[in-house]
């Protein structure tokens, strides 16, 4: 069975930076695509970031694009590095996996972290 377990969640103030990290076990690191998600307090769970089971594609949402990068390396491991971060970025952060493909739906992944609280403040 998939597990992932993210790290790297903490406080912040705003206009710094911050890198999540992400450890995949119980399945073979490249056939995973691999991905971000964040979820407020009162809001719907949305997207952050994610990234190909070759790692050469990646897609970001609007608001993240050019602030955050999304990798993977040879440990089994997904970052998310996070720069220029707002309080409106705060937000329990939840790494993903699926077998086939990314997407922007949560419900298209398969497996689920238990989530990192990353806090901006003003």
């Known amino acids: 069975q998939v597990q992932l377990v993210e790290s790297g969640g903490g406080l912040v103030q705003a206009g710094h930076s911050l890198r999540l990290s992400c450890v995949l076990s119980?399945?073979?690191?490249?056939?995973?695509?691999l991905g971000w998600f964040r979820q407020a307090p009162g809001k719907e769970r949305e997207f952050v970031a994610a990234?190909?089971?070759?790692?050469?594609?990646t897609e970001y949402a609007a608001a993240m694009k050019g602030r955050f990068t999304i990798s993977r390396d040879e440990t089994s491991t997904t970052h998310l590095q996070m720069n220029a971060l707002k309080s409106e970025d705060t937000a329990v952060y939840y790494c993903?996996?699926?077998?086939?493909?990314?997407?922007?739906?949560?419900?298209?992944?398969?497996?689920w972290g238990r989530g990192t609280q990353v806090t901006v403040s003003a």
């Open positions: 993903t996996a699926d077998a086939m493909y990314y997407s922007t739906y949560p419900h298209a992944w398969d497996y």
């Open positions: 990234i190909s089971r070759s790692g050469g594609a």
């Open positions: 119980g399945g073979t690191f490249g056939d995973y695509a």
